[in-house]
């Protein structure tokens, strides 16, 4: 079988976006006849969906979206469902849902890496805004297996366990609880624009993850995490109606004054990175990823800070200039995941050296498509007699 090695088609000097501070360190960036590039300007299409459409529509549909939440979650104890990392999205997303008079639970994804700081953060969060909160524990065992097969098969988001166990988790809570709506702390203004080549777009590919498990995997068998397949994903969806809200991106979101209003009205404290308050994921992405694959994700954060007004490309430039993080917490990182892994430096040193593979080597989700479109047709009716008995009580309702 041919490994799918990363095909390094643009041969081209060093270039880096007019604009922004993306630059050909990714493979699929373009530039137009100014120097922008591809990233920035589907990045100003997004802003024209959502951000800089006229206020009264923002704010209606805004309105409309959280009503309605309301109206599904009548006489029950809450009508959302939220994941609360500690991080400053995830933060002021569940700020926003209490300011708007929703009653959401939190879920806090506890895979073994938080930091001191994001417990504590947590804490103050969830006493701040009178939250209820579940922790949902993973295996240890089970998760360090998966991540220390990802890590083996030298595929570049080795986040994927993280990110699709994180969205089962709140799936499979939401309808234990009947709860229809997960509110998502991603965003355009702080989020948007991550290169398609550093991280890998279907997160919720369960077929690729249990594949790079089985080839990399030490023979433990898989039977805690939460399941996320095609067929999950279409009966949490299809039958039991649970939506995905990025309710961010319909409120106005200036990151220094977020972290500034958070810090005051929650006690919180920053981590001094995006999504630093995992241990795992600070040290891949200040770490791994720069050494191993070449890729600075602060390039892709900060662009999208730059295309949102929110701050200059020379200061993000400087910031660049900076080391990904403190390089003596880098030291004691390195070593807190080798011993949380079992690797001995030099296995380490050999998952760095290894070549880049594409995480579509290992097989994609869409091989077993035929199965999911006979099941799907086979559920078409069904699915429309619940479809609109849903929307009859709702239409009764108001």
Request: charged residues 25%; aromatic residues 12%; hydrophobic residues 40%.
């Amino acid at each position: 079988m041919r490994i799918l090695l990363l095909e390094m088609t643009k041969v081209q000097e060093y270039k880096q976006c007019k604009r922004c501070v993306l630059d050909t360190t990714s493979n699929t960036i373009d530039f137009d006849e100014n120097g922008i590039c591809n990233y920035c300007h589907a990045f100003d299409r997004q802003l024209t969906k959502f951000i800089t459409i006229d206020p009264q529509l923002r704010k209606r549909n805004l309105d409309e979206m959280v009503n309605y939440i309301k109206l599904c979650g009548e006489n029950k104890k809450y009508d959302c469902i939220l994941g609360l990392s500690g991080g400053v999205d995830s933060t002021y997303m569940a700020y926003m849902a209490k300011k708007l008079g929703l009653r959401p639970m939190a879920v806090h994804f506890d895979n073994g890496w938080n930091s001191e700081l994001a417990v504590k953060n947590i804490e103050n969060i969830v006493s701040k805004l009178e939250l209820d909160l579940i922790t949902y524990v993973i295996n240890w065992e089970e998760f360090k297996e998966m991540q220390l097969a990802y890590l083996k098969a030298s595929v570049v988001d080795i986040e994927v366990p993280t990110d699709q166990l994180i969205f089962a988790a709140l799936h499979k809570i939401a309808v234990q609880n009947g709860i229809k709506f997960i509110l998502s702390g991603s965003n355009i203004v702080t989020e948007y624009g991550m290169p398609s080549d550093w991280a890998y777009r279907n997160k919720s590919d369960q077929t690729n993850l249990l594949n790079i498990y089985k080839a990399f995997g030490r023979g433990k068998t898989l039977t805690t995490l939460p399941k996320f397949d095609l067929f999950k994903k279409f009966a949490y969806q299809s039958l039991h109606g649970i939506q995905t809200l990025a309710l961010l991106n319909y409120i106005d979101f200036n990151k220094a004054e977020v972290k500034k209003l958070i810090t005051k009205e929650l006690n919180w404290r920053d981590y001094g990175g995006k999504h630093y308050e995992s241990i795992f994921t600070r040290f891949y992405q200040g770490y791994i990823l720069p050494v191993k694959f070449n890729v600075d994700k602060r390039k892709a954060h900060l662009s999208a800070l730059i295309c949102s007004g929110q701050i200059t490309k020379e200061e993000a430039i400087a910031e660049l200039e900076e080391e990904t993080y403190d390089p003596i917490l880098q030291r004691e990182d390195k070593e807190f995941v080798k011993k949380k892994f079992d690797l001995t430096e030099l296995e380490f040193q050999d998952i760095l050296k290894r070549t880049r593979v594409e995480h579509e080597f290992y097989g994609v989700e869409n091989e077993s498509a035929f199965s999911f479109i006979t099941y799907k047709a086979i559920m078409a009716l069904p699915v429309w007699g619940v479809t609109n008995w849903r929307r009859l009580r709702n239409k009764l309702k108001r």
